[in-house]
């Protein structure tokens, strides 16, 4: 049943532990973008089946009729070294998508949220769902043609982030830009890491 | 249209017949990220084994995260989850896992990460 070409779909059989950062934001802001840019493979989708009672009501505009919709994720992978492979998995931001891929942010490194400077309200939500559920993230502006430039400040001060929390600007369209974000987030959740071992040993 | 009970849909329904009742994994340290391969060597399925476990396993002759099998095999991840987990647990199945759940990476693991990060630029 494997098809021709399947054969480098795996992983090399030395890889011993798998990461995952969550890719977040608002539709059209650049999720897949950056998934595929950063990807080995050819990022791939999964679906999940959404109920009415868990679609909010300006989801189902423009589907007329329907009980469910489905939810797509895209996902891609990088293997970091001989025993260790990352998964990005880009999904949207909003609670009832958080709900439905249940168990996708536990145990994840961190979360890169991607956010529109022409839509800043649509990240709202989801930067509240992250500082609820206490995950560490880092937001990355992405830039589009038509955006209006802000300081760090305003938008610091516009998305209410905490002075620790890195912003950056990233181009999810540019595997170098994009490898930058994910780097920040990292190095973010590394002195974090070491900030809480820091106050422990105080 | 579904009425007020459970909410299950046509759409939901199916997963939780062929994962025969149940639609929560017995353990919970299968992640979407949890990598599978199959007993080595192969231990065969028993008779009763749905299509779906029988093409889990052999998507997992090598190597790869579940939700990868899952998006090959186009099934829901939810599912692939509860049949991995009883694959896993009836020894057809292995899995190395992730970062366990509700620790915190640490530091070795995140600078292993950083290092292979800087390695893509
Ligand atoms: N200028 C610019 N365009 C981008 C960027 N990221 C994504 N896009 C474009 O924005 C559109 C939506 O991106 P997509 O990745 O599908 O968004 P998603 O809905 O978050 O997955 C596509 O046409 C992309 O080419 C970026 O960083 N800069
Ligand atoms: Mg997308």
């Given at each position: 049943m494997v098809s021709v070409g399947s054969a480098d779909r795996y992983l090399p059989d030395t890889v011993q532990q798998a990461v995952k950062i969550l890719v977040v934001g608002a539709f059209g802001v650049g999720k897949t973008t950056l998934v595929g840019s950063v990807s080995e493979i050819e990022p791939l989708r999964t679906e999940e089946v959404m109920t009415e009672a868990s679609v909010g009501v300006d989801e189902l505009a423009g589907l007329e009729g329907k009980t469910t919709t489905t939810v797509a994720m895209d996902f891609g992978r990088v293997t970091l070294s001989s025993r260790l492979v990352m998964y990005l998995f880009g999904t949207p931001g909003q609670r009832r998508f958080w709900d439905l891929w249940?168990?996708?942010?536990?145990?994840?490194l961190g979360v890169l949220v991607l956010i529109d400077t022409r839509r800043l309200e649509d990240s709202f939500d989801v930067l509240e769902q992250l500082e609820i559920r206490g995950l560490p993230f880092a937001v990355a502006i992405n830039q589009f043609p038509d955006s209006e430039l802000y300081s760090e400040e305003e938008l610091r001060g516009a998305l209410d982030l905490l002075p620790e929390t890195p912003i950056v600007t990233c181009d999810a369209r540019q595997r170098t830009s994009s490898v930058d974000a994910l780097i920040t987030l990292v190095q973010h959740v590394s002195g974090m890491g070491a900030a809480r071992a820091a106050g422990a040993a105080s | 249209m579904s009425g007020s009970g459970a909410g299950f849909t046509n759409g939901a329904l199916r997963p939780y017949v062929i994962t025969k009742g149940r639609s929560r994994p017995s353990r919970n340290t299968i992640g979407v990220e949890t990598l599978l391969v199959a007993a080595d060597p192969p231990r065969a399925l028993p008779l009763s084994a749905t299509r779906e476990e029988i093409a889990l396993v052999r998507m997992c002759s090598q190597l790869l995260s579940l939700v990868e099998a899952a998006a090959h095999l186009q099934l829901p991840v939810s599912l692939v989850k509860v049949l991995a987990s009883d694959l896993v647990d009836s020894g057809h199945l292995t899995a190395r896992s992730?970062?366990?759940?509700?620790a915190q990476p640490d530091k070795q693991l995140l600078q292993e990460v950083l290092d292979g990060l800087r390695r893509l630029r």
């Open positions: 249940e168990g996708l942010a536990e145990g994840a | 992730g970062v366990p759940r509700a």
